[in-house]
């Protein structure tokens, strides 16, 4: 069955530190894979997508993921965070019905 | 452009009633999902409209139910309400079948 698991709960990071939010998928013809952001109190905000070619996909505040097919992952990464960045982080995978299958999320907490 | 707009935003109703939750979609887009979102089972996927046909729908009892107008608009409907219903509804709209959606705030519903 397919499935999406965030390994993580909670992350805590310092301000200005780098991030690395962990995501596998269980999904078996070539995924659509996407990450999006929860502020607290809010709806969801698409931060980027991958869909075929280059693995490295680049997203919006600064945000990037990479697609590891042989180890069935897309990780988000960002290199310096800052306290806005504050929020629940959601990785999910399309199926063949175009349908979303989400992961638990990962709750970023921002240490000043 | 306008987001996609939820009302109410709150509401709190007793046992046993019944609500109805509004959805605006983004102008142009005719697809349109539901999301009940709770800490205890995340988001999970209750249905998804596509020109006034309902063209997905997850695994929720028959209590909940919805429609979408000509106008793309949007309503779920809850009948006899209970305890476990107190959740965020999400509704999300896009263009076309990709899994990219855009969220709007949600309605908050607390059942007493």
């Known amino acids: 069955a397919q499935s999406v698991t965030q390994p993580d709960i909670h992350i805590t990071v310092s301000e200005g530190a780098s991030l690395e939010l962990r995501c596998n998928y269980s999904?078996?013809?070539?995924?659509?894979l996407f990450w999006y952001v929860q502020s607290p109190g809010q709806g969801l905000q698409l931060l980027l997508k991958?869909?075929?070619?280059d693995t490295l996909v680049q997203g919006i505040k600064g945000f990037e993921a990479e697609f590891k097919r042989s180890q069935s992952s897309f990780n988000l990464r960002k290199p310096s965070v800052h306290w806005s960045d504050a929020a629940e982080y959601f990785c999910?995978?399309?199926?063949?019905?175009?349908?979303?299958?989400w992961g638990a999320g990962t709750k970023l907490i921002i240490k000043p | 452009k306008a987001g996609v707009t939820q009302t109410p935003r709150y509401l709190i109703k007793t046992r046993g009633q019944q609500v109805t939750l509004s959805c605006s979609p983004i102008?142009?887009?005719?697809?349109v999902s539901w999301y009940q979102q709770t800490p205890g089972q995340g988001l999970q996927f209750l249905f998804e409209?596509?020109?006034?046909?309902?063209?997905n729908k997850g695994n929720f009892p028959g209590r909940f139910s919805g429609r979408q107008f000509s106008n793309s608009r949007s309503e779920m409907n809850v009948s006899t309400l209970e305890l476990g219903d107190s959740a965020l509804y999400l509704c999300?709209?896009?263009?076309?079948?990709?899994?990219?959606?855009?969220f709007g705030e949600g309605s908050r519903l607390t059942v007493l």
């Open positions: 409209y596509f020109s006034e046909t309902q063209r």
């Open positions: 999904y078996g013809a070539t995924p659509y």
């Open positions: 991958y869909f075929s070619g």
């Open positions: 102008s142009g887009h005719r697809s």
């Open positions: 999910a995978v399309a199926d063949s019905n175009y349908q979303l299958i």
């Open positions: 999300a709209s896009s263009i076309e079948f990709t899994g990219e959606l855009f």
